[in-house]
């Protein structure tokens, strides 16, 4: 890749976080005044790899399995989980697609009243590069989400998109990258369970990853997670989050 083509890429994954991230900004002043705000504790363990590793008839089957605790009210207590199955298949070495399932039980403070499960069944694009200053990836996930409220019987459809950028720092060491991404959610649709369409939340991450080994990376940082709740009586969330996520690759 020419230089000139490398300073476009970038430019434009820089303007696609940019965007995003204005996005969040740009609705804060409209519920400052009904926003409140809680630290979280996240933490999880993704696994990726070759679903038929020995079969060359079926090498480019992937499979991924993500798990994750969330720890609300001041990191005191159980809050969300999350178990993401999926199956993938690899277009080239660029270009995935997959297809998955995931349950999230759903407590306090982002229950109402009551815990509630959250069960979503969703369809993925991902997209993964190398540029001479690091890694590229952009996710586009669209979700099918159901829900077990009492009352609740319409699927809520989100859409959700991602860029990750992450950059080497060998200056600190040949294992250190720095690590930043934002990831936009928009519903749909409205439904019966309060689900309001439009922009539902955004995550905007900055931290550090580091290489255990070939296969392994664990990345710690901050999060930001803004809930907005438009034309409704509770109001806005944002959280802010200590994030550790273990990433295996094999």
């Keep these: 890749m020419t230089q000139h083509s490398q300073f476009r890429a970038w430019r434009l994954i820089a303007l696609l976080i940019a965007s995003t991230v204005l996005s969040l900004i740009n609705t804060a002043p409209v519920a400052a005044e009904k926003k409140v705000e809680d630290f979280h504790t996240w933490a999880g363990v993704e696994i990726t790899g070759d679903l038929f590793r020995n079969n060359p008839n079926f090498k480019n089957f992937k ?3 993500f798990t994750q605790g969330r720890f609300g009210d001041n990191s005191s207590r159980f809050t969300q989980g999350l178990i993401r199955p999926g199956i993938g298949y690899a277009i080239n070495k660029k270009t995935t697609v997959w297809l998955g399932y995931d349950w999230v039980p759903t407590s306090r ?11 979503r069944i969703w369809q993925q694009l991902s997209l993964k590069d190398q540029y001479s200053f690091g890694t590229a990836i952009s996710r586009t996930r669209l979700e099918q989400r159901f829900f077990d409220i009492p009352g609740s019987s319409d699927v809520a459809h989100r859409y959700r998109q991602m860029v990750k950028l992450s950059v080497p720092i060998p200056s600190v060491s040949p294992k250190v990258s720095f690590v930043v991404w934002n990831e936009i959610f928009v519903d749909l649709n409205t439904t019966d369970a309060g689900i309001k369409k439009g922009l539902n939340q955004n995550w905007a991450f900055a931290g550090i990853g580091y290489h255990l080994d070939k296969q392994t990376i664990v990345e710690i940082g901050y999060l930001n997670q803004y809930l907005n709740r438009p034309k409704n009586p509770r109001p806005d969330q944002m959280h802010h989050v200590l994030s550790v996520n273990m990433l295996l690759n094999f």
């Design 63 to 65: 499979y991924k399995l």
């Design 109 to 119: 403070p982002l229950a109402l009243k009551h815990p509630f499960n959250d069960h």
